[in-house]
Antibody
């Protein structure tokens, strides 16, 4: 069965960096676009970024553009989110999510990781 | 990109039907048939309930149905059950090649 395991969260000071990982199994990782979605404590969902199956297309939310970088290692079935210049407002649970269709992405998330909490605080 | 507008809360009695609205603009909801709905129980990851305005993934009850008119999409839950009590989020593809979510609606079963 499809499984997405998020990791890498923790407490980090403002201005510092953190890298999140998401290990995928149970499907052909190399065929699907992947996303990061975050949720601040007690708040709603916010889409963060998407990467295509072969990593040649990447799109970001305006709130993270220029600070966050999405990437993937298809040999390791792993998705990453490099977060730089972190701010207090980046505090959230970060979920990786699988796109529904293969060889493209339609921004529909049929499977989600369990989430990893990032807390930005001094 | 501003969040889509959803009511903060909707409630209903068991067996009743409720409808959650999701209002956007011509640049998102009104411009594309790419609206999805997610259900989230406390402490859990969201679950896909409806995509492409009205399509249901395999395994999702047919009590959940979606529709759209102009810039407003809707999710209707018929035959409300206790397990439907959760937060519901709509989302839409946008003209900026991004995705925007609604603020979320808490459904309470009375």
């Amino acid at each position: 069965q499809v499984q997405l395991v998020d990791s890498g969260g923790g407490v980090v000071q403002p201005g510092r960096s953190l890298r999140l990982s998401c290990v995928a199994s149970g499907f052909t990782f190399t065929s699907y676009g992947m996303h990061w979605v975050r949720q601040a404590p007690g708040k709603g969902l916010e889409w963060v970024a998407v990467i295509s199956d072969n990593a040649n297309k990447k799109y970001y939310a305006d709130s993270v553009k220029g600070r966050f970088t999405i990437s993937r290692d298809n040999s390791k079935n792993t998705l990453y989110l490099q977060m730089n210049s972190l701010r207090a407002e980046d505090t959230a649970v970060y979920y990786c999510a699988k796109d529904r269709i293969s060889q493209f992405f339609d921004y529909v998330f049929d499977y989600w990781g369990q989430g990893t909490l990032v807390t930005v605080s001094s | 990109q501003s969040a889509l507008t959803q009511p903060a809360s909707v409630s209903g009695s068991p067996g009743q039907s409720i409808t959650i609205s999701c209002t956007g603009t011509r640049s998102d909801v009104g411009g594309y048939n790419f609206v999805s709905w997610y259900q989230q129980h406390p402490g859990e990851a969201p679950k896909l309930m409806v995509y492409d305005v009205s399509a249901r993934p395999s395994g999702v009850s047919n009590r959940f149905s979606g529709s759209k008119s102009g810039n407003t999409a809707s999710l209707t839950i018929s035959g409300l059950q206790a397990e439907d009590e959760a937060a519901y989020y709509c989302s839409s593809y946008t003209s900026s090649t991004t995705l925007v979510f609604g603020g979320g609606t808490l459904v309470t079963v009375l």
